[in-house]
């Protein structure tokens, strides 16, 4: 898991990061919300180390990431995956080079056992024919896609993902927000979003963190926040008509369930 102690980040006067304390949880869809400025990117990259933090701490399994030397760091990164917002590949290299690249910069093994690798990447998230084509010959999903093989080709333990869905059509926000969450349980991956896209939230979010003017203003499961009383996470989550009426049927649906009854009895 990753833990947040108290992070606190400033450029000059400005405090962005106004002492945030998080867990994200490994096996678990860890979603980062709130609207520009909220501090959610500043956040992100003080996480993965590409901004120190003034104060506090951010703990990678207890181990404290922000206390380390840059070879110790460069342990840690080695078990990160990225997976940008416009998927950030390389337009000279094959979709089979590009996910090959953290191999090259990190792994070891033999050509015959790189490529092996790649190929599995490329089979589970439905890539198969792609390895030989250059990233303008495919579409935006399948750049995703392809971003998502690199992110995981080193068996990452920790997966970072910067608005997965940024650029694309629904259907197909659907699926990469599926695949997401199928390769985070499947391999206990803690998964870290930051996202502007509701049905992330709504159907992912089995941990969502929302900022509010570089404070943790609410936190909670995509279960719980229909159910919400906070009302700046209402203004930014249900803020047209039709998801207002998404929300009502949703409590419907979940009021069905007698431990849902029970907890709302409780106040819980």
């Keep these: 898991m990753i833990e947040l102690q108290d992070i606190r980040k400033s450029f000059g006067d400005k405090e962005i990061l106004k002492g945030v304390s998080a867990v994200m949880e490994s096996g678990k869809v860890n979603l980062i919300i709130g609207s520009s400025g909220s501090g959610k990117t500043v956040m992100m990259k003080c996480i993965v180390g590409l901004m120190d933090v003034n104060s506090g701490k951010i703990l ?55 490529k092996k690798r790649v190929q599995e990447c490329l089979d589970r998230v439905n890539l198969t024919d792609a390895a030989r084509k250059f990233p303008a010959e495919i579409s935006g999903g399948m750049k995703k896609r392809v971003g998502i093989a690199r992110a995981i080709v080193l068996n990452p333990k920790y997966l970072f993902c910067d608005e997965p869905n940024s650029g694309l059509d629904p259907q197909t926000s659907l699926l990469i927000d599926k695949l997401i969450k199928e390769l985070t349980v499947e391999y206990n991956i803690t998964t870290v979003i930051n996202t502007h896209d509701m049905n992330t ?44 009426d998404a929300k009502e049927m949703r409590q419907m649906e979940m009021f069905q369930d007698n431990s849902w009854k029970d907890k709302l009895k409780k106040g819980e």
Excluded at 93 to 112: H, K
Excluded at 219 to 241: M, P, T, W
């Design 60 to 114: 990678y399994d207890q181990e404290d990431f922000t206390g380390m030397d840059i070879r110790e760091k460069m342990i840690i990164r080695q078990k990160i995956g990225m997976l940008f917002q416009g998927s950030a590949l390389f337009d000279s290299m094959t979709v089979e080079q590009n996910v090959m690249f953290p191999l090259d910069m990190f792994g070891t093994g033999n050509l015959r056992d790189k």
């Design 201 to 244: 939230v709504m159907e992912s979010g089995d941990h969502i963190i929302y900022m509010y003017q570089g404070v943790k203003q609410w936190e909670g499961s995509n279960k719980e926040i229909v159910f919400s009383k906070d009302q700046k996470l209402n203004d930014f989550i249900f803020a047209s008509e039709f998801l207002r």
